[in-house]
Nanobody
Framework: VQLQAYGGGLAQPGGFLRLSCAAS????????MAWFRQSPGTEREFVAGISRSGRNIPYAHSVKGRFTISRDGAENTVHLQMTSLKPDDTAVYYC???????????????????WGQGTQVTVSS
């Protein structure tokens, strides 16, 4: 599967952005999907995931309550709605996919085989 991430940009603290990840084939029931992010000098970190079933939806503690991951089966797209943005959210955001177990939503990047190219999110006043 090929993944194309888009929707990044510049937002003010407290603002919002919506990221999208378009897949080249069906993702519902097929792939576990996730968003990771990486800022300069840091390791890539898990942000949010959604299992093949759609029932297991974990979030990183730092974004829980502010970010929402969702899946649009008809358009083979995964979204990340980001609200109450903070400067610490500044990073390159990547979407990822893999054939995990049906209810699994892995949090480690090594468990994902397919990656999008990344989209920059900058939160600054």
């Amino acid at each position: 599967v090929q993944l194309q991430a888009y929707g990044g940009g510049l937002a003010q603290p407290g603002g919002f952005l919506r990221l999208s990840c378009a897949a080249s084939e069906r993702i519902s029931d097929t792939y576990a999907m996730a968003w990771f992010r990486q800022s300069p000098g840091t390791e890539r970190e898990f942000v949010a995931g959604i299992s093949r079933s759609g029932r297991n939806i974990p979030y990183a503690h730092s974004v829980k309550g502010r970010f929402t991951i969702s899946r649009d089966g008809a358009e083979n797209t995964v979204h990340l709605q980001m609200t109450s943005l903070k400067p610490d959210d500044t990073a390159v955001y990547y979407c990822a996919a893999d054939w995990a177990r049906y209810e699994a939503a892995p949090r480690t990047q090594t468990e994902y085989k397919y990656w999008g190219q990344g989209t920059q999110v900058t939160v600054s006043s």
